[in-house]
Nanobody, 114 residues
Framework: VQLQASGGGLVQPGGSLRLSCAAS????????MGWYRQAPGKQRELVAT???????NYADSLKGRFTISVDNAKNTVYLQMNSLKPEDTAVYYC?????????WGQGTLVTVSS
């Protein structure tokens, strides 16, 4: 399984970005796709997850601004980020869990700055 993340970049405070993560390989059974982020000098933290059954989970601080979704036909998970703040600056990683196996994408940098 491979994950390819894209969509990061520089955005002004208050702006929006949509990240994409395309999964390839053998993906079957119960699985959870998600996004995590790691800001400079901080530990990686949960942003949002989405199970193949449609259940979502968000970091409390991000509810209402970030939305996770999936296109099953394309095996692609998205993260819509609105009302971005400078503290959202981080490398964003997509993640796929299938059973006991966990896979990570390469990360995409989001910089929120004026």
């Amino acid at each position: 399984v491979q994950l390819q993340a894209s969509g990061g970049g520089l955005v002004q405070p208050g702006g929006s970005l949509r990240l994409s993560c395309a999964a390839s390989g053998r993906i079957f059974g119960d699985n959870t796709m998600g996004w995590y982020r790691q800001a400079p000098g901080k530990q990686r933290e949960l942003v949002a997850t989405l199970t193949n059954g449609g259940n979502t989970n968000y970091a409390d601080s991000l509810k209402g601004r970030f939305t996770i979704s999936v296109d099953n036909a394309k095996n692609t998970v998205y993260l819509q980020m609105n009302s971005l703040k400078p503290e959202d600056t981080a490398v964003y990683y997509c993640n796929l869990r299938i059973g006991f196996n966990t896979y990570w994408g390469q990360g995409t940098l989001v910089t929120v700055s004026s």
